[in-house]
């Protein structure tokens, strides 16, 4: 009933929130994309995206084809590689930016991990910046991270807004320096607070650095100042700071997966961790707490 090329792009378009990105993921054009999502809104009999000049969004259906898409998709896989005989196998090295320590990537993995039991999956968590030169020196060979916005190469797991956030009590005092927790350099994030507040003209100051996402969420939640997040991935206990707080806004944010230069074995593997990625790619957006 639903063809998986349709549910591949389906799921492309959801993560992305933009047919044009959805194309340029898939290799496809932008009119072969609306025609896949047109087909599986027949097959299943209602709308799954509201869509106008201006934005794309999710229908309350849509949001339901999601988890069941992911699920056909995966078991089309798991199928496919037991008929046609061919195993993954090998050591891949992934690294995976902070940003993912408390979403449900360890449920991807899992999953990856019983359908390639020969892949030698070897993970590391660092700064995106830190996992980009680790990348660049042969020493990963995929990354998922945030991607600086110079940088043209990945494929989009999702954009995101940038967003100010804090402690719920927390009140900023318009005289003195706003106090920012950040992560050290190379940290994307910090990278991008510095630069809209400069570019405001607003005096600052570094009250936190940490290099773990959790070491920045303890200083958040006591209070000490306030951080640039992801907006879907807002650790519980903090918040979003409201507009009336005066801070720049931040713009956005792409989450890309970006391949080593390893074929081979190695590049198999890159290859069958980053469609699992991507065909799970809602779950990252969700709290794994």
Known sequence: MYEPTHLRTFLAVAQTLSFTQAARRLGLRQSTVSQHVRRLEEAAGRQLFARDTHSVELTEDGEAMLGFARRILEVHEQATAFFSGTRVRGRLRFGASEDFVLTRLPEILEGFRYDHPEVDLELTVELSGTLYDRLAAGKLDLVLAKRRPEDPRGALVWRDDLVWIGAER????????????????????????????????????????????????????????????????????????????????????????????????????????????????????????
């Open 170 to 289: 927390l009140r900023l005092e318009a005289d003195r320096p706003v106090p920012l927790i950040v992560y050290p350099p190379p940290g994307i994030t910090r990278a991008r607070a510095l630069e809209v507040l400069e570019r405001q003209g607003r005096p600052w100051r570094i009250a936190c650095t940490s290099g773990s996402l959790n070491g920045l969420i303890a200083a958040a939640r006591a209070g000490l100042g306030v951080m640039a997040h992801s907006r879907r991935l807002i650790p519980p206990g903090l918040f979003r700071l409201p507009d009336r707080a005066g801070l720049p806004e931040l713009g956005k944010v792409d989450f890309v997966l970006v391949h080593g230069r390893r074929r081979g074995p190695a590049g198999e593997a890159a290859d069958a961790l980053a469609a699992a990625v991507l065909a799970g790619g809602e779950r990252l957006r969700r709290s794994g707490g």
